[in-house]
């Protein structure tokens, strides 16, 4: 699809050749996998979890894990005008030549765009429909532990940690395919690796009955886990996104958490904790940083602030991070959990935005959950927050929580008002926010059981708290989309039947269902009743003594430990964190002699929690936090380095320039200067915007360093780290004055790669015209008419197309616009416009 890439919207998500991309050679290769992931390639990208996996299958030779991203409605229409098939940002290979696809399943409302991206590469959504000669189609993530809607979609479907188990399954491809092995014998074969569930190999029998296992001692399936984080390798050398959403080195400091929030989905089936241990997350910074060219750290872990060494972790990295303006993210705090130094040292780099989550109002709802924090806790925690500097919080609240009444809503708004007033009158700039999400059943939960209040009674909640928010200024309120939350309920706890309602749903165009602007739950609907469902069962109520949809995946929870804490739950009691405490005997670990229900893998893993100290930072004193930082406005040299911007890079925006050229001179170890205020800035500037889509063979852009270089010292340590079709030429050595010359001339080639004697015809007939008028739009958003013939200063023909030189000593105007307008039937599938020179005032 890469021959469309003129005409693509966005066409950047589709280059496949960001810095570090990993390339093989197909022939040396003999498993082929596509990681995909259902959403757009900017949400993906911002995705862990495929770059953990992408590290773990590349690390082998005869692998190759290529990626595919969501394209957007507009993209695949144009692919259907053209009859060609979705493939993978690598190597261009449609989807349905790969020996396997493995789909992240991170959530429930992606589960259309899983038949849309199977859709777009011709293969058929059911695994019934499928033979030898399709894929291997595979899923993986939280979702999976009860993916039985989507269950006749997947051949199998990894379940737990994925870094050792697809590994495993790409070898039983390969030994597969090298022995000519049936696809029954495969999917057999894949039986024996923990953590391999395949659904064609169990029975629905139908609502209120257990499902029927088929094949004999495969009756449960237990999740892998990697049983020390440190054994396995993370991606420090990670591919470079040309956008993100979440666009930063990400290090996963720690996996699992057993504060035992009761209806935390993530914290029940990621058991136990393992931590990396501090030299090991010191390498993984020190190399990331290096390799990745980042400007942020973001330190991951579904509760991060219980990292037993977060004070000695912040202590080792704190320099590092501020000599090079390098910010630290801490998200998923709990409250008290950050010391103050902590505070004080993130807050002299950058200052992000602090979110702590009580998720309740009320210190009842707070114990029913388990969320093991008080009132004055988090008022102390905010006003450590503001004495640093901080000018705003954000809380997190859950709505619809088992046995919540008004009382319990009302506490939110009174909870929030008592944070805005903890704050002193120096912070100029207050606001207190709250994003409040309706609640949702999940299963492997103690909360897997309860009912999810109704679609109305979410909207009447949400604007009962929306009402109650807008009588008190300084504190306001953001909530969940109802209509996601009730999708959601339904396909959370939902069973084989709703496969027949996602099929439906997806043919009636319901498409991005977690995007605000796109969700409609009329197809939905519209599917559940032609399917004879009911859409309010599936959300009410479940028989703590009858059969679950995911009763035979295990997460290593015992039902006895679950229905213990629900009970716990309703009488409003909390039950400690483990980790520090006692056992509470879930089922999952080895701990002080217990068996764990993971007895598959128990024979050659050590099932239990890792963590760095015993309690948190018992690694002694710690060195004194100074606050002092190397001076980042130091101006040493200024040079223009030119460049070559070609291939894939020509459909690079400027603004994505940016980003590529700061974290090149970063890897580059080419330290730039910063500008000075609260959010310094690279002192990087570039000449006109090229339009993407075209090629240059002489861009530029000015650079101001801390430190002087030769100039071709500069050349050589940027022509490495630059991505592919951007090729620096040479650093001319600048004043160190801001104002630089700009061209006022540029030569354009345009090469006609379709009817070129029409094309010239009509370059001759505005080339003999006295005037040329356009429509151009103004600053003011306004149109105005404008003669752009002056703009062509010279014009010679040659082989299949013209030399242009353009002049911008009076106007300006896109070359690629300027061209479409005086070729105004043409497609840019027609012609190529490339840069070649640009001329300078004398």
Not at 291 to 299: F, P, Q
Not at 431 to 443: D, E, G, I, L
Not at 575 to 599: I, M, S
Not at 608 to 626: A, I, K, N
Request: hydrophobic letters at 35%.
């Amino acid at each position: 699809m890469k021959e469309l890439l003129p005409i693509l919207p966005r066409p950047s998500r589709y280059l496949g050749s960001e810095w570090g991309t990993t390339s093989k050679n197909p022939d040396t290769v003999t498993v082929r996998c596509a990681l995909a992931f259902p959403d757009m390639y900017e949400v993906g990208m911002s995705y862990l979890g495929q770059k953990i996996l992408s590290q773990a299958i590349n690390a082998h030779p005869q692998f190759w894990a290529e990626r595919v991203y969501t394209p957007c409605q507009e993209t695949a229409a144009i692919l259907r005008e053209h009859n060609t098939l979705l493939t993978t940002l690598e190597s261009d290979t449609p989807l349905k030549d790969m020996d396997t696809i493995g789909f992240s399943l991170t959530h429930e409302l992606c589960y259309t765009n899983i038949l849309y991206i199977l859709d777009l590469a011709g293969i058929p959504f059911r695994t019934s429909d499928r033979d030898s000669s399709h894929p291997l189609i595979i899923a993986g993530g939280g979702a999976t532990f009860n993916a039985e809607p989507m269950a006749p979609f997947f051949d199998a479907m990894v379940i737990g940690d994925g870094e050792e188990t697809m590994p495993a399954v790409l070898s039983c491809i390969e030994q597969a395919k090298a022995e000519g092995l049936s696809r029954p014998k495969l999917l057999k074969n894949l039986t024996t690796i923990p953590g391999i569930y395949i659904p064609s190999f169990f029975e629905d029998q139908g609502p209120g009955k257990p499902i029927k296992p088929l094949v004999e001692g495969y009756e449960t399936v237990e999740k892998a886990v990697v049983d020390d984080l440190n054994s396995t390798p993370f991606p420090t050398g990670q591919t470079i996104p040309f956008d993100a959403i979440h666009d930063r080195l990400t290090m996963e400091i720690a996996r699992g958490c057993t504060r035992g929030c009761r209806f935390c989905q993530a914290g029940m089936i990621y058991r136990p904790v393992r931590e990396r241990s501090l030299d090991e997350l010191d390498r993984i910074l020190t190399d990331g940083l290096a390799e990745t060219g980042y400007e942020e750290t973001s330190l991951l872990s579904l509760s991060t602030g219980d990292y037993s060494g977060l004070d000695s972790l912040f202590t080792r990295s704190f320099d590092k991070c501020a000599s090079e303006q390098i910010s630290i993210s801490l998200p998923s705090l709990r409250v008290g959990s950050l010391s103050a130094p902590i505070m004080e040292r993130i807050s002299s780099i950058r200052r992000t935005g602090a979110t702590l989550a009580p998720e309740a109002g009320s210190q009842r709802m707070r114990d029913v959950i388990n969320k093991g924090i008080d009132e004055e806790g988090l008022l102390e925690h905010v006003r450590m927050l503001f004495d640093n500097g901080w000018q705003g919080v954000k809380l997190y609240f859950m709505v619809g929580l088992p046995t919540e009444t008004d009382e319990d809503l009302d506490a939110i708004v009174d909870l929030c008002l008592k944070v805005r007033d903890s704050a002193g009158r120096h912070i100029k700039r207050l606001q207190v926010s709250a994003a409040v999400s309706p609640f949702v059943p999940k299963p492997q939960t103690p909360f897997q059981w309860e009912s999810q209040i109704s679609y109305d009674e979410i909207y009447r909640r949400v604007h009962y708290l929306r009402d109650q928010f807008r009588r008190h200024k300084r504190i306001s309120i953001k909530y969940h989309e109802p209509e996601m939350t009730s999708l959601e309920g339904v396909f959370s706890r939902g069973d084989r039947r709703l496969a027949e309602v996602v099929e439906r749903a997806y043919a009636k165009g319901a498409l991005f269902s977690s995007w605000k602007d796109h969700l409609r739950l009329e197809p939905y609907k519209e599917a559940m009743e032609e399917a004879g469902l009911d859409w309010d069962k599936y959300t009410g109520s479940r028989d703590p003594d009858g059969p679950l949809p995911w009763d035979h995946i295990s997460s290593g929870l015992t039902k006895k430990y679950l229905l213990k804490e629900r009970e716990r739950a309703l009488a409003e009691k909390i039950t400690e964190d483990c980790r520090y405490g006692a056992c509470h005997n879930c089922g999952v670990c080895e701990f002080d002699g217990r068996k764990t229900t993971l007895t598959t893998q128990a024979k050659d893993k050590d099932i239990r929690p890792r963590l760095v100290f015993p309690q948190r930072d018992q690694e002694g004193e710690q060195p004194p936090y100074t606050i002092e930082k190397p001076d980042l406005t130091i101006k040493e040299a200024h040079f223009r380095l030119w460049y070559e911007k070609n291939g894939p890079a020509a459909y690079l925006s400027q603004l994505e320039l940016q980003a590529v050229f700061e974290r090149a001179f970063r890897r580059a170890g080419l330290p730039m200067a910063f500008s000075a205020g609260f959010h310094p800035m690279p002192r990087l500037s570039f000449g006109k915007a090229l339009p993407v889509g075209v090629s240059s063979n002489a861009e530029w852009i000015n650079v101001f360093l801390r430190q002087d270089f030769e100039s071709t010292e500069v050349i050589k340590k940027l022509i490495p780290n630059m991505p592919e079709g951007l090729a620096p030429i040479k650093a001319d050595r600048l004043s160190m004055g801001k104002k630089q010359p700009q061209s006022v001339e540029e030569v354009f080639e345009i090469q006609f790669t379709k009817d070129a004697k029409k094309r010239l015809t009509q370059w001759q007939d505005f080339i003999n015209a006295e005037e040329f008028i356009v429509e151009k739009r103004t600053k003011k958003r306004g149109m105005k008419q404008v003669n752009v013939r002056p703009i062509i200063k010279e014009m010679t023909e040659m082989e299949l197309g013209l030399i242009l030189v353009m002049d911008w000593r009076e106007l300006y105007m896109s070359p690629l616009a300027l061209c479409m307008a005086i070729m105004k039937d043409a497609s840019q599938l027609d012609f190529t416009l490339t840069k070649t020179a640009q001329r300078f005032e004398k």
